[in-house]
């Protein structure tokens, strides 16, 4: 990973971080992108003691907010000349019904519109890196969670029977969905771009979600989760690893590719999806 430049979203904790580190060591150019600077720019150092490596830099944003996602990618186009990987890898869950600053429910705008306009408003660098490197990669994090949802694109500003293990389960469908979608769509590039489930991690994820369901995720991630460092190998590998060359619009875990559910592979959604995404945002 030697001169290599990655983007790495939700990189301040969790397997976000733990990928920052692993590429790090690499040798890899990392950008890591948190919402709190203060927090963002610890973890900046602490990356770069811990790996030995200096080439690290900061982006801060709201990424459930599109002009914030709009305005760091456009500081990551004036300070980078290229972009050998994106990793999408922000993402929450809710426990209540909120709305995002333009106006859709919080757990779309932040797992599913982050994706989609951030890696839009990137891809000609992608692209023009490919063209000059001979690949480009990106990396969309979702979750076996994606298994039992059904996507609905008509009650994204409805608060009436919202269910955060719904939308939560939706938003990682998206994250497939749209993989596949834009692996299409980049099929005459050499940009490739793949889904993984990092399996239950032992993280901070889940325990906003209120006394008795914060309680189940946290005995569930004490008695079945892996660590962070286990967790962040996958995404490691497909950021960095010779032998995923070339291989596209793949569902990975453990660095296998696998099944994803069945219908996330209907291709009425993902064009249904990416054209709800599109006109949401503008792009695309």
Same mark, same amino acid.
């Given at each position: 990973?030697?001169?290599?430049?990655?983007?790495?979203?939700?990189?301040?904790?969790?397997?976000?971080?733990?990928?920052?580190?692993?590429?790090?060591?690499?040798?890899?150019?990392?950008?890591?992108?948190?919402?709190?600077?203060?927090?963002?720019?610890?973890?900046?150092?602490?990356?770069?003691?811990?790996?030995?490596?200096?080439?690290?830099?900061?982006?801060?944003?709201?990424?459930?907010?599109?002009?914030?996602?709009?305005?760091?990618?456009?500081?990551?186009?004036?300070?980078?000349?290229?972009?050998?990987?994106?990793?999408?890898?922000?993402?929450?869950?809710?426990?209540?019904?909120?709305?995002?600053?333009?106006?859709?429910?919080?757990?779309?705008?932040? @797992?599913?519109?982050?994706?989609?306009?951030?890696?839009?408003?990137?891809?000609?660098?992608?692209?023009?890196?490919?063209?000059?490197?001979?690949?480009?990669?990106?990396? @969309?994090?979702?979750?076996?969670?994606?298994?039992?949802?059904?996507?609905?694109?008509?009650?994204?500003?409805?608060?009436?029977?919202?269910?955060?293990?719904?939308?939560?389960?939706?938003?990682?469908?998206?994250?497939?969905?749209?993989?596949?979608?834009?692996?299409?769509?980049?099929?005459?590039?050499?940009?490739?771009? @793949?889904?993984?489930?990092?399996?239950?991690?032992?993280?901070?994820?889940?325990?906003?979600?209120?006394?008795?369901?914060?309680?189940?995720?946290?005995?569930?991630?004490?008695?079945?989760?892996?660590?962070?460092?286990?967790?962040?190998?996958?995404?490691?590998?497909?950021?960095?690893?010779?032998?995923?060359?070339?291989?596209?619009?793949?569902?990975? @875990?453990?660095?296998?590719?696998?099944?994803?559910?069945?219908?996330?592979?209907?291709?009425?959604?993902?064009?249904?999806?990416?054209?709800?995404?599109?006109?949401?945002?503008?792009?695309?």
């Amino acid at each position: 990973m030697n001169g290599k430049r990655v983007l790495i979203t939700g990189a301040t904790n969790g397997i976000g971080k733990q990928a920052a580190l692993e590429l790090m060591k690499m040798g890899a150019d990392v950008v890591i992108v948190g919402r709190n600077e203060t927090k963002t720019r610890q973890v900046m150092m602490q990356l770069q003691a811990q790996s030995g490596n200096d080439a690290i830099d900061m982006l801060v944003a709201d990424l459930s907010s599109m002009d914030e996602i709009r305005r760091i990618a456009a500081e990551f186009q004036a300070n980078c000349g290229r972009l050998d990987v994106l990793l999408n890898n922000a993402g929450a869950v809710f426990s209540d019904y909120q709305e995002s600053a333009d106006g859709y429910e919080m757990t779309f705008a932040l @797992n599913h519109i982050s994706y989609f306009l951030l890696t839009h408003l990137l891809l000609d660098m992608l692209v023009q890196t490919s063209q000059e490197q001979g690949e480009a990669r990106i990396v @969309n994090v979702s979750s076996s969670a994606h298994r039992n949802a059904t996507l609905r694109l008509d009650n994204l500003r409805d608060a009436s029977g919202y269910s955060f293990m719904n939308s939560y389960g939706a938003s990682k469908l998206m994250n497939v969905q749209f993989t596949y979608e834009l692996a299409r769509r980049l099929a005459d590039t050499t940009v490739t771009v @793949n889904a993984v489930h990092p399996g239950l991690v032992d993280t901070g994820f889940g325990h906003n979600t209120g006394r008795v369901w914060s309680g189940l995720i946290k005995i569930a991630q004490k008695l079945f989760a892996i660590s962070p460092q286990r967790g962040a190998e996958t995404l490691v590998y497909l950021a960095a690893s010779p032998e995923v060359a070339g291989i596209s619009s793949k569902y990975w @875990n453990e660095k296998q590719q696998k099944q994803s559910s069945d219908n996330s592979y209907d291709r009425e959604q993902q064009k249904r999806l990416w054209e709800f995404s599109a006109e949401a945002t503008g792009v695309g």
